[in-house]
């Protein structure tokens, strides 16, 4: 199993770019089954999620070819609408192929996911939504069986906010009879890029960007050729790795649009930020303020940069207090920071972060995606070198990481 080796005290400087989000790429590339014409999708970045959906989609029958960053997908004949476990263990967003195979087989049987083990993530409101939708659905031995004789427009009103619920509905609305009105719908920057997509495809979709999206079924979606957007958590961790460092960066390809609440809690912690239309750049103070974070679904800050800030805050000025609210098991890279000298107390929800005068390498462990991101962080201001073990984590989320770093001036090396 591979691990990443960091010697920290380096201080990033230079250009960088930013990579296609793989939550939006990821649901996109599902939306390839509801159309029997080829879809043409740009900026995918090589990850290793990315990888398993497409070894996920070939099995159903899907056609594929790769150059670049670029997939051409067409699913002229589904032949096996089923996800099964083995191609699903390791990657939520797998779920995200139930609502498209329900609207063009009538039938689906998927496993249920699984993923980073950072708290609950139920499907029942996917179940639930599409129960309305006029499916019958029923969970045995760690599967979902979903059949329908058509999907028929409805008021849908998740219990909560739910990204892959939203999109998983949203897919299966845009060929559903009749109109559907999905209320309380995510707002992320990745639903929107969907949405476009199928509207590009030719659904009827108004709402984008709302939490209310209102989907008239067409009888056919067809081919298109659509561009994903850029990655914000990718850009956000950057720019936490320049600013931890005292650092000087500018990233390109980015969307700082999406990336407002971030921006604002760097500025807060004393760095400088400047924008364009499609990049950012970010000068850091020689020593950070401490910030308080409380998570919260788009437009608020993002859980997937949690991590990245309370590794922040562990050298900062004063003291931060970092709130979760979307996941109820996020702290556990609390104690590997805690082994490099962090001094962060937890709470329930809540870690206090005193920022300590230096932090030392060590050998710590990544626990999920974000987790490693933000020991990724930690250990570029540590002194001497840090080894983060199971990096396949990072893998999975971010392309080219050792690379990108070291082109800023950090000392990464992957060790095999």
């Known amino acids: 199993?591979?691990?990443?080796?960091?010697?920290?005290?380096?201080?990033?400087?230079?250009?960088?770019?930013?990579?296609?989000?793989?939550?939006?790429?990821?649901?996109?590339?599902?939306?390839?089954?509801?159309?029997?014409?080829?879809?043409?999708?740009?900026?995918?970045?090589?990850?290793?999620?990315?990888?398993?959906?497409?070894?996920?989609?070939?099995?159903?029958?899907?056609?594929?070819?790769?150059?670049?960053?670029?997939?051409?997908?067409?699913?002229?004949?589904?032949?096996?609408?089923?996800?099964?476990?083995?191609?699903?263990?390791?990657?939520?967003?797998?779920?995200?192929?139930?609502?498209?195979?329900?609207?063009?087989?009538?039938?689906?049987?998927?496993?249920?996911?699984?993923?980073?083990?950072?708290?609950?993530?139920?499907?029942?409101?996917?179940?639930?939504?599409?129960?309305?939708?006029?499916?019958?659905?029923?969970?045995?031995?760690?599967?979902?069986?979903?059949?329908?004789?058509?999907?028929?427009?409805?008021?849908?009103?998740?219990?909560?906010?739910?990204?892959?619920?939203?999109?998983?509905?949203?897919?299966?609305?845009?060929?559903?009879?009749?109109?559907?009105?999905?209320?309380?719908?995510?707002?992320?920057?990745?639903?929107?890029?969907?949405?476009?997509?199928?509207?590009?495809?030719?659904?009827?979709?108004?709402?984008?960007?709302?939490?209310?999206?209102?989907v008239r079924g067409v009888r056919r979606l067809h081919g298109a050729r659509y561009r994903v957007m850029p990655d914000r958590i990718e850009t956000g961790t950057y720019l936490c790795a320049a600013a931890i460092t005292g650092g000087q960066v500018r990233l390109t390809r980015a969307d700082p649009d999406v990336l407002e609440a971030v921006l604002a809690k760097l500025a807060e912690a004393g760095c400088r930020i400047e924008t364009g239309s499609d990049w950012v750049a970010l000068e850091a103070p020689p020593r950070l303020r401490a910030v308080d974070v409380r998570t919260a679904p788009y437009p608020g800050f993002p859980t997937d940069m949690q991590a990245q800030f309370m590794a922040l805050d562990t050298v900062a000025e004063g003291s931060g207090v970092i709130r979760e609210t979307i996941f109820e098991n996020r702290f556990m890279h609390a104690v590997e920071l805690q082994r490099l000298g962090a001094d962060i107390r937890i709470d329930g929800n809540t870690a206090v972060v005193k920022g300590v005068a230096r932090l030392d390498g060590a050998t710590v462990m990544a626990t999920d995606l974000r987790a490693s991101a933000g020991l990724v962080v930690a250990a570029l201001k540590a002194e001497g070198e840090t080894v983060i073990e199971r990096i396949y984590h990072l893998d999975r989320g971010y392309e080219q990481l050792e690379e990108k770093l070291g082109a800023l001036g950090a000392q990464v090396r992957r060790i095999r």
Do not use: F, W
């Open 1 to 214: 199993m591979d691990k990443l080796a960091i010697v920290g005290g380096a201080r990033l400087a230079g250009e960088i770019p930013v990579s296609g989000a793989k939550n939006a790429a990821l649901p996109i590339l599902c939306a390839a089954l509801l159309t029997d014409e080829p879809l043409e999708i740009e900026n995918v970045p090589r990850l290793r999620d990315v990888d398993t959906l497409l070894a996920l989609l070939a099995r159903m029958g899907v056609a594929i070819e790769r150059e670049g960053a670029t997939l051409r997908l067409q699913a002229q004949r589904i032949a096996s609408p089923e996800a099964p476990y083995e191609l699903v263990k390791t990657m939520r967003a797998s779920i995200l192929v139930l609502g498209p195979l329900m609207a063009r087989c009538r039938e689906a049987v998927v496993s249920l996911p699984g993923g980073c083990a950072i708290g609950a993530r139920p499907v029942d409101q996917h179940i639930k939504g599409l129960q309305a939708l006029g499916a019958e659905v029923r969970v045995e031995h760690g599967y979902i069986h979903a059949t329908t004789p058509g999907l028929r427009g409805a008021r849908l009103v998740p219990d909560l906010v739910t990204v892959t619920g939203t999109e998983n509905l949203l897919m299966a609305a845009c060929l559903a009879e009749g109109t559907t009105v999905i209320e309380n719908a995510a707002r992320e920057p990745e639903v929107s890029d969907l949405a476009r997509c199928l509207v590009a495809m030719g659904a009827d979709i108004e709402g984008i960007g709302t939490d209310t999206l209102r």
